[in-house]
């Protein structure tokens, strides 16, 4: 299985807008791998995706994806949705459409129940988008999946966790967890159990963050988001082979040398990048 991180940012894209900080400067001057669009996956084999920032189209543009079948929604937060016109960029022509010809090749739509609500409860005064999209322009498929899913021979679990989901890619003996966020507690499941890698967000980067803001042992975040020693400790329980951190806050206050710096610190640990790519 092929997989390309199309974003590996967070909640706040990197460079900020209006930001003046050393980070921000550096990613505009730079651009990649020291700018990150919003977290997103990409699966080459199934010609798959997984969630819809507000940056997808140029995140898609830049990896140079050139055919998308199918998308999975993990949770409904902004920064994991609010890009979802990028299926009327895909599927919609305008010119066929004046003529009376609607989309023949439908997006499918996949999450659990619970993402599915939410995500549907996006829209306008109009009702919801998703609605329009499947039920009057016909460009998507929305399917729901309560345990798992077979595409092709690859096997997708889908764990829920909080409002939140985990996705297990499964090919044969290899198997990829994608957990890109709100996801602690962490589900416990003996399918993570020997993973080859696994993709996680939700994570706080070190003890001294952005314009040397530190991070006190009762702060809030804390109880949100992993530590580096509690992420350690998932892929010692499970025995993951390899950890690839995403959803990398600005606020961090980390440039992409420091994150490759920091790395050198851990065994089979690293730090995604927009445009890393990897096989399972």
């Known amino acids: 299985m092929k997989f390309i991180i199309l974003g590996s940012g967070g909640c706040t894209a990197i460079p900020r807008p209006l930001c003046k900080c050393k ?81 023949s090749n439908p997006i499918d739509v996949f999450a659990m129940d619970h993402v599915m609500s939410d995500v549907n409860s996006i829209g306008s005064k109009f009702g919801s988008y998703l609605d329009y999209y499947e039920n009057i322009r016909n460009i998507i498929k929305r399917k729901v999946v309560s345990d798992f899913v077979y595409l092709d021979d690859i096997k997708i679990t889908f764990i829920k966790a909080n409002s939140a989901t985990v996705f297990v890619f499964e090919q044969g003996k290899r198997k990829a967890i994608y957990a890109p966020c709100d996801v602690k507690p962490f589900p416990n499941n003996d399918i993570f159990t020997d993973t080859d890698i696994m993709i996680i967000g939700n994570t706080v980067i070190g003890e001294i963050l952005k314009d040397g803001f530190i991070l006190e042992e009762n702060n809030s975040l804390r109880n949100e988001l992993f530590s580096m020693n509690e992420i350690e400790q998932l892929k010692n329980d499970y025995g993951i082979k390899k950890v690839i951190i995403t959803h990398i806050e600005e606020d961090w206050g980390k440039s992409y040398d420091d994150y490759l710096e920091l790395q050198k610190q851990y065994k089979d640990i690293v730090f995604a990048y927009d445009g890393m790519t990897f096989e399972v």
């Open 23 to 103: 980070i921000c400067k550096e990613a505009r001057e730079k651009g990649k791998p020291y700018s990150r669009f919003g977290c997103s996956l990409f699966l080459d084999d199934l010609k798959l995706l997984v969630d819809t920032p507000e940056d997808i189209v140029h995140a898609l543009n830049y990896a140079n994806i050139q055919q998308v079948n199918s998308v999975l929604f993990s949770h409904i937060d902004p920064d994991h949705t609010l890009g979802m016109r990028v299926f009327e960029h895909m599927r919609l022509d305008w010119l066929q459409i004046s003529e009376g010809k609607e989309c």
